[in-house]
């Protein structure tokens, strides 16, 4: 069975930063696209960023691009969301998902980390 469990939300202040964790079983990890998507409250979930098997290609959202590195390791199955210079947009649940940019929306996710962003 397939599981993706997040970690590392929290409050957070504008202008700090934050990494996010996800801890992936039951899938072959290493050959798999994996993506970000994050849903403030209220509003549609959005993808943020996705990241290839082999981490030669990562692609990012414009709302996130340049303060947002997304990055892997392998043999710990473990996905990172890096997200620095915060900004109280970036308040919302964060999960990730096995699956290209393409399908990242519709993919099935784990039970997400909430990021909220603070004074």
């Known amino acids: 069975e397939e599981q993706l469990v997040e970690s590392g939300g929290g409050l957070a202040q504008p202008g700090g930063s934050i990494r996010l964790s996800c801890l992936a079983s039951?899938?072959?990890?290493?050959?798999?696209?994996m993506s970000w998507v994050r849903q403030a409250p209220g509003k549609a979930l959005e993808w943020v960023s996705t990241?290839?098997?082999?981490?030669?290609?990562?692609y990012y959202a414009d709302s996130v691009k340049g303060r947002a590195t997304i990055s892997r390791d392998n043999p710990n199955r473990t996905l990172y969301l890096s997200l620095s210079s915060l900004k109280p947009e970036d308040t919302a649940t964060y999960y990730c998902?096995?699956?290209?940019?393409?399908?990242?929306?519709?993919?099935?996710r784990g039970q997400g980390t909430q990021v909220t962003v603070s004074p």
């Open positions: 990241i290839s098997s082999s981490s030669s290609t990562t």
């Open positions: 039951g899938f072959e990890f290493n050959w798999a696209w």
């Open positions: 998902v096995n699956a290209p940019r393409s399908t990242a929306l519709t993919g099935a």
